[in-house]
């Protein structure tokens, strides 16, 4: 059941993309960045205030990692890249978030999966990242952009998921989101004097619904209720075969690009996609490596039996 949540987060989260660059050609990226944390925020917040929760003092470092990298860096290098480059080079970027998490999820719990597992899980990268790389003509600096912001969620999303173990995805994704508030007040403080400032709020007033539903999916379920859930399905582990999950949702981000901005995708994507689908099944039922606590603990049994 798990994993069936984790693949109906992907999907979710395959929105992210297409939605964000369809905001950006009405809207500047910072002003599409601080909406969505505005409304993802307000909302966290008569969470954080319902639920009377403080995190302890031992918990502010990851917690700061994991609301600077899946939050605030994720939200603003992906608008300032998508406002660049199509979202079929997000697709790209996006490609390699499942190995890498995975790869630092491992580093952090000192956790082998075993060869069988990292067989699939890099031969899944390997044919997401390729049939993307040779989609794309030309690296802009846009795409540097986006590996930025997978670098910041990989960290994000390990660091988040260990909190959300002990203290649940719910309470850990509200109180990263909500600390991302006093850096709104402050760049509105910062813009409330400026020329720019006028020119956002003529975007925000010009907005068309479209643009507006963007931002509100992007607030709610991107940044907020989608959050929730995914950190709770990557705290119930492995988290390293729960991220794999995530190979798929490049597919996801096509689909969604071709539905919502019309963009073209080679055919040969779809049957990569069947291949990446394989991999994920592989990786996810492939057993844990020797040196895992789960290795040792069947080596333990056997020496019993």
Not at 63 to 88: D, E, H, N
Not at 111 to 117: D, H, I, M, Q, S
Not at 166 to 171: A, Q, T, Y
Not at 233 to 244: D, N, S
Request: proline share 5%; aromatic share 12%; charged share 10%.
């Amino acid at each position: 059941m798990k994993y069936v949540l984790a693949v109906f987060c992907v999907f979710l989260f395959s929105f992210t993309v297409p939605l964000t660059r369809l905001a950006t050609f009405e809207a500047a990226p910072e002003l599409v960045t601080f909406l969505r944390l505005l409304g993802g925020g307000l909302v966290c917040l008569a969470l954080v205030l319902h639920d009377g929760w403080r995190p302890p003092r031992r918990i502010w470092k990851p917690l700061l990692i994991t609301s600077l990298g899946s939050v605030l860096g994720f939200g603003v290098l992906m608008a300032f890249a998508l406002r660049q480059v199509p979202s079929s080079h997000g697709a790209v970027a996006l490609a390699a978030v499942p190995a890498l998490t995975a790869a630092y999820a491992s580093l952090r719990d000192r956790r082998n999966p075993g060869a069988v597992f990292w067989f699939f899980a890099i031969t899944g990268t390997l044919l997401s990242f390729t049939f993307f790389v040779t989609a794309v003509e030309h690296l802009l600096l846009g795409d540097l952009l986006l590996g930025m912001a997978v670098i910041a969620v990989m960290f994000g999303y390990v660091e988040g998921a260990r909190l959300s173990r002990e203290f649940g995805g719910r309470r850990v994704m509200s109180w990263a989101i909500v600390l991302n508030l006093p850096l709104l007040l402050g760049a509105l403080l910062w813009y409330l004097p400026r020329a720019e400032f006028g020119i956002y709020w003529t975007q925000v007033v010009n907005l068309s619904l479209n643009a507006w539903l963007s931002i509100i999916y992007l607030a709610l379920i991107s940044q907020s209720a989608g959050m929730f859930l995914w950190y709770a399905v990557l705290a119930r582990g492995p988290m390293e075969k729960i991220a794999m999950t995530q190979l798929v949702q490049p597919f996801f981000t096509l689909l969604a690009a071709i539905f919502l901005l019309q963009e073209s995708v080679n055919p040969s994507a779809w049957w990569i996609a069947l291949l990446v689908g394989a991999c994920v099944l592989g990786a996810n039922r492939a057993k844990a490596g020797l040196g895992s606590p789960e290795g040792r603990k069947v080596l333990r049994e056997n020496a019993v039996g």
